[in-house]
């Protein structure tokens, strides 16, 4: 489709799903568009100054364009068959933004490290003294930006279910950190689902730099299927750089960490960086929280926070950077999802795998690392902690990487998070 000139503007449009993103791409174009609102669950649905439309009226107004939330799922919510037969009109808040704004933004997506790149991204550029915002799928909708200024750099992190509705959206650097099967209960098939992370190297041209992983087996097959009109600079993560060799940081100690400090460092080089004071900020980044966290160490034991881990991939390199690790895990499993642990790390690793949905990790884990299964997180725990207590003189390591989605017993990652931290709060004083 042609995009001509303010193409949001003066438009009767449907705004579907009102979250947060949803609800920020209302105030955006609030005073300058005619706006609908709907989702799905009407207790969802804010007091907001404008027309609220009911499902049956939805099918007699021929709308301009349908903005549709990123967690709105097109073949299993109440429109649709409306949006099937509409797909044409879909759009996201990310193609609004750029409709509006054609700052500098550098965007990044990936299966795992998306948040933890872009927080260090924004740390590097911000303490650089850069006019640089923090937005997308980290919590923060980009239509939420205020004080944008011309030479504002955007950092984006950008999920495969936006890029997915998106059509307009394009960013000056792109960054496709690593990809392994994810999200396939939602795009159905890995072709798809890497589709859609590619979506953002395809609309960039000739003026854009795209980044891609240089070891990840995915990309680099999509890579010689497409042709990008875009410079493309392969990361090489395995590579020891020079910053590497002067850091202090045991959170860059695994192989995520280390591959999201690759992009941080190539994606850097485009910007006029002061070294020294990247490398400080490099050697005090702490992270994000749940995201390989540490949350407790000594002489003996390390305890590490990684409820963000929803599938095996995502905790397979702090499965490889620890010693004698007891791996509590358990959740909703991701469709399509592998246990693919070199055997040469196995017997450092013990697997306590918790919850109502056990069958799938232990037919995973079976002959591969030694496990027990328990009711809940708190009895898995409980006998970690046991454990421990009789082997005090030798290095040990506690890993909550659940390797699964939270929603069987939780609210989101985050509260899962939490409840881990109380218990360990609760338990540390009899280790």
């Not at 579907?16 to 609800?23: E, M, N, T, V």
């Not at 609908?36 to 499902?55: A, C, S």
């Not at 303490?127 to 799928?137: A, E, I, S, T």
Request: net charge positive; aromatic share 12%.
């Amino acid at each position: 489709m042609k995009k001509t000139k303010n193409f949001f503007l003066k438009k009767k449009i449907l705004v579907y799903g009102l979250g947060k993103s949803g609800i920020s791409t209302y105030n955006f174009l609030k005073k300058r568009a005619n706006l609908y609102i709907f989702d799905d669950n009407q207790k969802n649905i804010p007091k907001l100054n404008q027309k609220q439309i009911n499902y049956r009226e939805i099918f007699k107004t021929e709308f301009d364009i349908i903005i549709i939330s990123p967690g709105i799922d097109i073949a299993n919510c109440k429109l649709s068959k409306y949006l099937k037969k509409n797909y044409s009109k879909i759009y996201t808040d990310l193609d609004v933004f750029y409709e509006f704004h054609k700052n500098h933004c550098i965007t990044i997506t990936g299966t795992n490290g998306k948040s933890t790149t872009c927080q260090l991204m924004f740390k590097v550029l911000s303490d650089q003294n850069l006019d640089v915002k923090l937005v997308g799928n980290i919590g923060n909708p980009i239509l939420s930006a205020r004080n944008i200024k011309k030479k504002t750099i955007f950092v984006v992190e950008a999920s495969s279910y936006q890029l997915d509705y998106s059509k307009i959206f394009k960013s000056k650097y792109a960054a496709i950190l690593n990809l392994s099967p994810d999200h396939l209960e939602r795009h159905k098939t890995l072709k798809k689902y890497i589709q859609a992370k590619f979506k953002l190297l395809k609309n960039q041209n000739k003026n854009c730099t795209a980044f891609v992983n240089k070891d990840d087996f995915l990309i680099n097959r999509e890579m010689k299927s497409i042709k990008l009109k875009s410079k493309v600079i392969r990361v090489v993560p395995k590579k020891q750089n020079s910053i590497f060799k002067r850091l202090d940081n045991p959170y860059f100690s695994t192989e995520t960490n280390r591959e999201n400090l690759s992009f941080a460092i190539e994606i850097s080089k485009k910007f006029k960086i002061k070294k020294e004071k990247m490398i400080k900020t490099i050697k005090n980044f702490k992270g994000l929280k749940y995201r390989q966290q540490i949350i407790f160490k000594n002489k003996g034991l390390t305890i590490i926070n990684d409820s963000k881990s929803t599938s095996f991939s995502s905790s397979l390199s702090i499965l490889k950077s620890n010693q004698n690790i007891y791996w509590l895990l358990g959740g909703i499993h991701k469709k399509g999802d592998k246990f693919k642990l070199p055997k040469k790390y196995s017997s450092n690793i013990r697997a306590f795998i918790y919850g109502k949905r056990k069958k799938f990790f232990i037919t995973n884990l079976k002959g591969k690392v030694r496990f027990e299964n328990f009711s809940n997180i708190k009895n898995a725990l409980k006998k970690v902690i046991q454990i421990i207590k009789k082997n005090k003189f030798i290095e040990q390591t506690i890993l909550f990487s659940p390797s699964a989605a939270s929603f069987d017993s939780f609210k989101n990652f985050e509260d899962r998070g939490n409840y881990f931290d109380n218990l360990i709060k609760k338990y540390l004083n009899g280790i």
